[in-house]
């Protein structure tokens, strides 16, 4: 079984890999984010459930006004979306220590999806 799952982990890790190497728009720290990464099922939903439980809290779901500006992301890039996150902003905080790259890519690529709400 062991041997099974380090064969499924080092293929997973090789397609992951794959995938931040196909050329899209790159960010200042060499995110690059492909269509096959921010229209995944998976990253959506993953990005979805940081949002829900980190940033609405600020940002307001909704039909509950929050704190935080309301986010217009058809006037965002990606790119920029990703570096407030992982930087901060004056009252945005930085997401850098509490997250890793692969789940700061998913809450910038749900924030930036059709099917994103506040
Ligand atoms: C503690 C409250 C708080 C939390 C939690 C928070 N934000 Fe923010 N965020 C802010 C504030 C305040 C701003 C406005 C900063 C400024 O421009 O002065 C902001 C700005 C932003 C911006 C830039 C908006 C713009 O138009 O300039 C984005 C994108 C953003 N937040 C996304 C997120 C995401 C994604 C999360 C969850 C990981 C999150 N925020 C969590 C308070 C928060």
Same mark, same amino acid.
């Given at each position: 079984?062991?041997?099974? %799952? +380090? #064969?499924?982990?080092? +293929?997973? #890790?090789?397609c &992951?890999? *794959?995938? &931040?190497l %196909?050329?899209h728009g !790159?960010?200042?720290d *060499?995110v690059? =984010?492909t #269509?096959?990464f +921010?229209e995944?099922p998976? +990253?959506? !939903?993953?990005?979805? /459930?940081i949002?829900? @439980?980190?940033?609405?809290k600020?940002?307001?779901?909704?039909?509950?006004? *929050? @704190?935080?500006? @309301?986010l @217009?992301?058809? /006037?965002y890039k $990606?790119? =920029?979306?990703y570096?407030? $996150? #992982?930087k901060? =902003?004056? *009252?945005?905080?930085s997401?850098k220590?509490k997250?890793? /790259?692969?789940e700061?890519?998913?809450v910038t690529a749900?924030?930036?999806?059709?099917n &994103?709400v506040?």
């Amino acid at each position: 079984m062991s041997r099974r %799952v +380090t #064969t499924l982990l080092i +293929t997973l #890790t090789i397609c &992951f890999i *794959g995938l &931040f190497l %196909v050329d899209h728009g !790159a960010t200042a720290d *060499g995110v690059v =984010f492909t #269509t096959e990464f +921010t229209e995944n099922p998976k +990253t959506l !939903a993953a990005g979805k /459930k940081i949002w829900v @439980k980190q940033c609405a809290k600020c940002h307001g779901q909704r039909a509950y006004p *929050g @704190k935080a500006p @309301k986010l @217009k992301p058809s /006037k965002y890039k $990606i790119e =920029f979306v990703y570096r407030r $996150i #992982t930087k901060g =902003f004056r *009252g945005m905080p930085s997401w850098k220590r509490k997250y890793g /790259k692969l789940e700061r890519m998913s809450v910038t690529a749900y924030v930036m999806s059709p099917n &994103f709400v506040q």
